[in-house]
């Protein structure tokens, strides 16, 4: 039984400032908040998020998005990639079904040439996978599941209305064969079940299969209140011989949920060296938003993944983080300039940006005369950087 709550927006998320170098979008929307996928973890579930009513069964429909998207994409002045998510709903959860929001901003999105990333747990995707390859052909499109187990077993007591881990392999695959890239968010691994060596190689071996894009790790975060106490009773009921190690990983009661830091710290450098060796990214790589976004966001996004490669394989990063941090607040000034000036075009600041590493003004920023002549290659050239050899490449 699903209480459906009809709501109008008036738009649709954009970030104006720096770009986000995690999930490297500049848009987003969700056409749904709360989530009949009832993930037992989901952080949607908490207080936080001010969400009315039992989160897997009142869901509030943003009915007006397919029109809302369209004003906003006829409207925006610079290019960027729409990311479709959000932390407390799933864009294909059952409801869709009877919905079809989502078709609607397919078509839309592809009419405007946008590129677009979506997140979801649900195969669900696979009915409007026509429209996104058209997204795809136009601008760019990726899919990410999000997926935490290497089979079902475990899934069930943690995700009870979401797709099987077959079902979702099997999505990813459909969408890499159109031609579409695919990714895996591996979060939130769940400590003591999901989160040994083991088990990270046998989900490593599923993608590799699939020739994965990236995957992308990350601990399990349970805030303090309803989160946390929903997750426990699961423990209680399933696995009540974890339940002293769980008690004592989240016994500090962050108010961002984390667990212990030794805990975070040994998973992600654990799961990071099994990425490492089955040669996939855990950043989006960078071919995966070149040309879907203005050159001046790019090398802002991809200076910062730098930095964290770098600093993984133990090179010293000192100049490139002080490049950055000019750079960045160059282009922090540069946008605010030209969102508060309507009448110029983001185009003129591409144009900029480009002339400045031709004549080699962008000196004065960078500092650093291998930086700039990497940076004209990734510009001028089209080369792209590959995450695992840390070269430069044809696109
Ligand atoms: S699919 Fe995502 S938003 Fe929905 S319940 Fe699961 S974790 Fe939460």
Redesign the pocket.
Known sequence: MVNKHYVEVKSIKKNTGLPDTYFVSKFGFSPYKA?????K????RSEKYYIDGD??KDITVRKNIPSVLETSLRKFREKGIIGIS?????PY?PIEIKERLMPQCAEIISRYKYPAMLF??SNMVMRDIDLWEEVHKKAGFTLMM?IVYPNDDIRKHF?PY?SSVEQRLKTLKAFKDRGMSVGVLAMPLLPFLTDSAGQMDQMMKNYDEIGVDVVMPGCMTLRPGINKKTYFDIIDKHYPHLKNQYFDLYSENRQSGSPRKWYAEKVHKQFSRIIYKHGTPEYIPHRLYKNRMPIYDEIYILMTHMIKLYDKRRVNVDSLVLARKRYGAWLTDEKTYYNRRRNLSFDELESKVINMLDNGTMMTYFQNEKLLNFFKKVVLDQQVFNYITLKLEAL
């Open positions: 989530c009949q996928h009832g993930c973890y989901c952080d949607g989160f897997e959000s932390g407390v709903s799933d959860q979801t747990k999000s995700e979401s």
